[in-house]
C-alpha cells in the first residue's frame, strides 16, 4: 500500500493529554495509556482509528466504562464515542515483547537495557495511538521496574517523582512540560552512569545536561558533552535558540539501526555517535560526534518546536538540520581554511551518495510524493541535498536575511506542525527585496523535482570588445515518474582568474563599475548569457565556487585552466575541484581505452600539480590530504555511462601506485614532517596533520609493494605498535591491509587482542577486513569466515554493517565479482536480515541501486539477484519497495 502526500488529510481526532503508566519486563511490558481526545471540529465525524503493531490488547474504555471496538489490520477502531466536541477520556491498556523485538522499533531490550525508538512510525508498536506527527499532545510517563536490575529509568521532560514499590521495584514520574508528536516519546529503563554538567545560557538559564552510558564507558563521554555544550552556546549565539528545557539528556545504546534521535530531551544514540577517547576513536569518529550531537540538539527547535504535518515533510526538520549542524562544525573551526575543509567534505558525501541517489532507481524529490515505506525515504536526498536547499536560501537571502527568516519562522509556527513550503515561505516573506522572494515558486522546485541537474557552461572571449560572455545552460535527465523537468533556480558563484592566477575584477556590462571577488549569478532559465566586460585577456571562469549548488557543473576546462584553478583559485572549494577535475580526466581516458589498463594513467603535469600543493608552503595538512586523494571509485563510477567496476577499480589503483611511486620523497617528506605531533587532540590542525601522515604511510606502503622494499612496512608496524591514538594506529594498519604486506595479519591479530573488549573499535577491525584490496577474489570467502566469528552478530546493526555494508557497499572492487557470488551473497543477507531487521536489510537492499548502469556479465547478475529478493513470498514492505523500484523500467 502507498501512501500519497496529495492524499493528507486532518485528523478527526485531537489527543490533548496522554498519561502513560510502563510495567517494564523484557518478556512481558504492560502499558496502561490513558488519553483525553476530542473530535476535531472541522473534520466530518467519523471513527476513531488507532494505529498499533504486534500489541496485545486486555482492556479498552471510554470515560472509564468498558466499550466495543473492533481491530482491523493494525488498527484499532473504536466507532461508537461520545458525539459532541467534549473532551473524553480513552483508557487502553496492551501488552508488548521488548526482548522479542529485533527490528529495534519501539520498545526493545539492549545488553538488558530498555530504549525506544519511535520515528517515524514506532510509537505504534508501544501503544496505540493516532500516530502521526501532527498530533501533538502533553505526555506525562510512569515507569515503573526491578530496581536492581533497571536502577536508571528516563523518559522526556522533568523528573517529578521516584520511589520504592514493593517486591524490589521501584518507579519514577516523568513530566514533558512541551507538547510533542509520539515519534518524539523515548524511556530508557538500566544500568547506567552519567557525565553531568551544569550550565548557565547567555541568557542565564540554568540547564543540566547528561551523557548517559553503561558503567565501563565513562572515560568516552567527555567528547560527546563537550560537543553539547558547545551545540548549546552555538544554537543561542547564531539564531537566538535557547534551550527550552531544565534537563537535556543523552543515552548511548550499541543497538541502533540509524545514527541517532533526537526524542524531546532524551535524544537517543548510537554509541558510535557519542564514545570517544584518542585511544579508541578516530579524528573522524570525533568529528563525527561532533555533528551528530550538535544535529540532534538542534532539532530541539527544527524538528520538535517546529515539526512536520507529515511524513513527506520530512526534509522540513533534516535539510534543516543538517544545514545547522555543517554550519556549526564550521563555525566551530578557527581558521577559514578549516572550514572549507568541511565543506569539501560534506559536498564529496554529496556527490557520491546522493547523486548516485538521485539518478537511480530510489530517486525522489526532496520532499517525496509517494512511499510504501517512510523508513526508507530517510536518505541522503532528504537529509543532504535537503540542506543543500536550504543553503541555497542563504545564499540566495544572505547569511543575515536567514537569520530573519528563521526568526520569522519560528514566530508564525512554534508549537505547529508544518510543511516546506511554509518555512520556504518564512525564509522569503522576511526577506521581501531578496532573488527568493521574487523567484520562490519557481525555486520550491527543488522540493518537488529529482534528479540532480547538469550545468553547462560555455565562456567566449571577444578580444576586440574586452568582453567575456559565459552561457549557462541547464538540464536535468528524468526520472522515476517525473519525464520532464523544468528549469530550477541556480545560484551559480563564480570567479575570474587570469591565465596566470591572479583574480580579475568582476565587472557585468551593464554594472557602473567592477567588483573584486565573487559573485553570485542566479540562473532561472533554460540557457542564460552574461556577459564581464573590461577583460584584457581570456579569463578562467572559477565557477560555481564554495559549490553553491547541488548540480554537475559540465565546463570544457582545458589542463592548463584547471592547473591555474588548481594552483591559484582564492576559493578553496574550487582549487581542490580543480585536481578533482584533472584526476577524473585522466581516470575516464584509461577506462575508456580499448585494451589493458595502462600502468601510467598520469603525465609529469599532473604529477607535478600533486607534488606541488604536497609540497606547498602555506595550505593546511587538511586541504593537502584532500586534493591528493583521488576521486572515489563510485564518484568515477556515476561519470560513465556503462561501468565496468573491476576496470574503474584497476584504473583507479593504477594511477594510485603511480602517484605512490613518483612522488616516493615527498611522501616520505609528508609523512615525516606531519606525523607525531605530540599530545593528542582532535581539533582541525592535529587531525589535518595526522590525515596527511597518515595518506602518506599509505602510499609509501604501496609504493614499497612494487620495489618489494620492506623498509616502510616496517616502520609502519612500528608507527602501529606504538601509536598514541587510535587515528595513527588504524591508519598504519590500514597501510599494511591495503598494500597487502605480510605484516598485515599479525597487525590485526595484534589489534584483536588490544580491542576485545571494545566493540566500536572490533567494528573497525571487521570493516577494514571486509573492505580489504581483492586478489583473485579472496575477500568474500574472508568476509564468509568474518561472519563466522565469535564476536561476529548480525543481530547488531553496527556489526553487521561492518562486515556486509562494507564489503556490499564499500569495496567495488572486491563486490562486483565476474562469477556473481558478490551478488549472491548480497542476496542471502538482504532476505536473512529482512527477517528480523527490515530497516537495516532495506538499507542493504540499495547496494545494487545503480545495477542498470552496470556492463555485462555484472548487470544480467545484478538482475537475477534483485530479482532473487524480489520473488521471496514475505518480504518486509521495506525491502519490497527497494527490490520493486530496482526492477521497474
Ligand atoms: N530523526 C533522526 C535524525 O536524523 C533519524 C531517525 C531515523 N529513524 C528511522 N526510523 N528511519 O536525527
Ligand atoms: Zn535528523
Known amino acids: 500500500t502507498v501512501v500519497r502526500r496529495e492524499d493528507y488529510a486532518a485528523p478527526a481526532y485531537w489527543i490533548d493529554t496522554v498519561d502513560l503508566c510502563f510495567d517494564l519486563d523484557p518478556a512481558k511490558t504492560r502499558v496502561l495509556n490513558k488519553m483525553r481526545l476530542r473530535r476535531n471540529p472541522v473534520v466530518p465525524a467519523q471513527a476513531l482509528r488507532l494505529d498499533g503493531e504486534e500489541l496485545n490488547v486486555a482492556r479498552v474504555l471510554v470515560n472509564g466504562a468498558g466499550c466495543s471496538f473492533k481491530i482491523d489490520g493494525n488498527q484499532l477502531v473504536l466507532e461508537s464515542l461520545p458525539e459532541g466536541h467534549e473532551p473524553f477520556d480513552l483508557e487502553i491498556f496492551t501488552i508488548c515483547v521488548p526482548e522479542k523485538n529485533t527490528q529495534l522499533m519501539g520498545l526493545y531490550v539492549s545488553q538488558g537495557t530498555f530504549f525506544t525508538q519511535c520515528e517515524a512510525e514506532g510509537f505504534r508498536r508501544i501503544t ?7 498530533v501533538m499532545a502533553s505526555y506525562t510517563v510512569t515507569l515503573r521496574a526491578d530496581k536492581s536490575k533497571y536502577p536508571v529509568l528516563l523518559s522526556n521532560g522533568n523528573l517529578v517523582d521516584e520511589g520504592p514499590l514493593p517486591d524490589g521495584r521501584h518507579f519514577a514520574k516523568w513530566v514533558d512540560p512541551h507538547k510533542k508528536p509520539c515519534y518524539l516519546f523515548a524511556l530508557v529503563a538500566g544500568q547506567l552512569v552519567a557525565r553531568e554538567q551544569h550550565i548557565i545560557s547567555r541568557s542565564g ?8 552510558v553503561r558503567p565501563g564507558d565513562m572515560d568516552k563521554t567527555e567528547h560527546a558533552m563537550n560537543s553539547l555544550i558547545a551545540s548549546v552556546a552555538w544554537d543561542e549565539a547564531r539564531f537566538g535558540l535557547p534551550l527550552d528545557l531544565e534537563r537535556f539528556m543523552i543515552v548511548a545504546t550499541s543497538d541502533f539501526n540509524m545514527g541517532a534521535m533526537e526524542n524531546k530531551g532524551l535524544n537517543i544514540f548510537n554509541t558510535k555517535y557519542v564514545l570517544a577517547n584518542a585511544a ?61 575543509v568541511k ?51 542563504q545564499t540566495l537571502v544572505g547569511r543575515d536575511g536567514f537569520a530573519a527568516g528563521m526568526k520569522l519562522y519560528f514566530e508564525r509556527h512554534d508549537g505547529q506542525a508544518v510543511t516546506c513550503d511554509d518555512f520556504a515561505q518564512a525564509i522569503a516573506d522576511a526577506n521581501p527585496d531578496s532573488d527568493l522572494a521574487r523567484l520562490l515558486p519557481q525555486f520550491k522546485r527543488w522540493y518537488s523535482q529529482a534528479g540532480t541537474p547538469h550545468v553547462q557552461a560555455e565562456g567566449v572571449y571577444d578580444a576586440d570588445a574586452r568582453s567575456y560572455t559565459l552561457t549557462l545552460s541547464q538540464s536535468c535527465l528524468p526520472t522515476p515518474g517525473q519525464a520532464l ?43 542564460e548569457s552574461f556577459t564581464f566586460v573590461n ?7 572559477s565557477l560555481l565556487r564554495g559549490f553553491s549548488a547541488p548540480v554537475v557543473l559540465e565546463c570544457h576546462y582545458t589542463d592548463a585552466q584547471l592547473l591555474t584553478l588548481l594552483a591559484s583559485d582564492p576559493d578553496p572549494f574550487n582549487r581542490w575541484e580543480a585536481g578533482q577535475r584533472l584526476a577524473l580526466r585522466r581516470a575516464l581516458l584509461a577506462i575508456l581505452n580499448e585494451g589493458p589498463v595502462t600502468t601510467e594513467p598520469l603525465d609529469g603535469a599532473f604529477i607535478g600539480a600533486m607534488r606541488e600543493v604536497l609540497r606547498h608552503p602555506q595550505l593546511d595538512a587538511a586541504f593537502k590530504e584532500l586534493v591528493l586523494t583521488l576521486p572515489s571509485e563510485t564518484y568515477i563510477a556515476e561519470q560513465l555511462a556503462e561501468v565496468d567496476p573491476q ?106 587482542a588490544l580491542f576485545r573488549d571494545e566493540a566500536l573499535v572490533l567494528d573497525k577491525w571487521f570493516a577494514l577486513q571486509a573492505g580489504a584490496p581483492d586478489r583473485n577474489g579472496n575477500v568474500l570467502p574472508a568476509v564468509r569466515k568474518l561472519m563466522t566469528h565469535p564476536d561476529f552478530n548480525i543481530k547488531n546493526p553496527n556489526r553487521a554493517r561492518s562486515v556486509i555494508f562494507s564489503y556490499c557497499s564499500a569495496n567495488p572492487g572486491a563486490f562486483h565479482r565476474t562469477d556473481a557470488a558478490g551478488y549472491l551473497f548480497w542476496s542471502e543477507r538482504v532476505m536473512e536480515l529482512d527477517a528480523f531487521n527490515p530497516q537495516v536489510a532495506a538499507r542493504l537492499a540499495r547496494a545494487l541501486d545503480r545495477w542498470k548502469k552496470l556492463a555485462e556479465p555484472y548487470r544480467g547478475a545484478a538482475r537475477e539477484a534483485i530479482a532473487r529478493v524480489a520473488a521471496k513470498p514475505d518480504l518486509s514492505n521495506d525491502v519490497r519497495e527497494v527490490v520493486t523500484r530496482a526492477l521497474a523500467d
Open 485 to 527: 523537468k523544468e528549469p530550477f533556480v541556480i545560484p551559480v558563484s563564480l570567479g575570474l582568474l587570469s591565465a596566470d592566477g591572479q583574480q580579475l575584477p568582476l565587472q557585468l556590462a551593464h554594472w557602473t563599475h567592477a567588483e573584486e571577488g565573487s559573485r553570485t549569478l542566479v540562473l532561472t532559465q533554460a540557457s
Open 128 to 134: 496505540y495511538f493516532l500516530d502521526r506527527p501532527d
Open 343 to 393: 565543506r569539501i567534505e560534506d559536498v564529496r558525501v554529496l556527490r557520491t551518495a546522493q547523486f548516485p541517489e538521485d539518478a537511480g532507481p530510489m530517486a525522489h524529490p526532496v520532499r517525496p510524493d509517494s512511499y510504501a515505506e517512510i523508513n526508507n525515504f530517510y536518505t541522503v536526498t532528504v537529509y543532504e541535498k535537503g540542506a543543500e536547499v536550504v543553503r541555497m536560501m
Open 280 to 340: 579508541t576513536a578516530t579524528d573522524t569518529d570525533f568529528a563525527n560526534i561532533e555533528s551528530v550531537v550538535g544535529h540532534e540538539y538542534f532539532h530541539n527547535w527544527t524538528g520538535n518546536r517546529v515539526t512536520c504535518r507529515d511524513w513527506f515533510q520530512l526534509s522540513l526538520k533534516e535539510g534543516l538540520t543538517v544545514f545547522r549542524d555543517q554550519e556549526f562544525s564550521m563555525d566551530l573551526c578557527a581558521e577559514p581554511s578549516a572550514r572549507a
Open 205 to 212: 538559564g540554568k540547564h543540566q545536561l547528561q551523557v548517559y
Open 535 to 541: 577583460l584584457d585577456s581570456a579569463p578562467v571562469p
Open 647 to 752: 576496470r574503474v577499480h584497476a584504473v583507479r589503483e593504477a594511477m594510485r601506485e603511480q602517484l605512490a611511486s613518483a612522488l616516493q620523497d615527498d611522501w616520505v617528506w609528508a609523512f615525516e614532517t606531519h606525523k607525531d605531533n605530540g599530545a593528542y587532540k582532535p581539533d582541525p590542525i592535529g587531525t589535518g596533520r595526522r590525515a596527511l601522515a597518515g595518506l602518506a604511510l599509505g602510499m609509501l606502503c604501496v609504493a614499497a609493494r612494487h620495489t618489494g622494499d620492506a623498509v616502510w612496512p616496517g616502520k609502519a608496524y612500528q608507527h602501529f605498535k606504538n601509536a598514541s591514538n587510535m587515528t595513527d594506529r588504524f591508519n598504519a594498519l590500514s597501510a599494511l591491509v591495503v598494500s597487502e604486506h605480510a605484516l598485515a595479519r599479525e597487525a590485526l591479530t595484534r589489534f584483536h
